[in-house]
């Protein structure tokens, strides 16, 4: 068999493989968070958030409610050299943002139930 022909029987087998997972995969909530960062978001992002005093006295002068807070962790970039990843407990993340053009870098105590967010600093 020419190569021609196995290129061709291999590329309709993966086209019809495609239409397959989309046709199964359509609608669902299916996501590839394979990387640290996308991993990390997402686990603070699907737990409970406190804030400190300070973050929420922020939060009241900037207009940020608690959606926004959960928006700017899920979908901000964790700086890995500046996280305390090394402690046994809770582990400090610092997320970096931007919200309305402005950059916002977060810290972030990752627990195994809750999250809390220690600063927001607005650039």
């Known amino acids: 068999m ?5 290129l061709g029987y291999y590329l309709g087998g ?5 239409i397959i997972l989309m046709f199964f995969l359509n609608g669902k909530d299916a996501s590839c968070d ?14 409970t958030l ?15 409610d608690t959606i ?4 700017l962790i899920r979908y901000g970039d964790v700086d890995f050299s500046e996280s305390e990843t090394e402690r ?6 610092h ?6 053009d402005i ?9 195994d139930s809750i999250a809390t967010v220690l600063k927001m600093m607005f650039k």
């Open 14 to 18: 993966f086209a019809i493989g495609l």
């Open 34 to 47: 394979y990387g640290p960062n996308a991993r990390t978001t997402k686990n603070i992002a699907s737990k």
């Open 68 to 71: 926004i807070a959960k928006q």
């Open 95 to 100: 997320i970096e943002n931007s919200y309305k």
């Open 2 to 6: 020419k190569f021609i022909h196995r």
């Open 50 to 64: 406190k804030y400190s005093e300070d973050v929420a006295i922020t939060m009241n002068n900037r207009d940020i």
């Open 88 to 93: 046994d407990s809770c582990k400090v993340y």
């Open 103 to 111: 950059p916002v870098i977060l810290k972030v105590e990752n627990c």
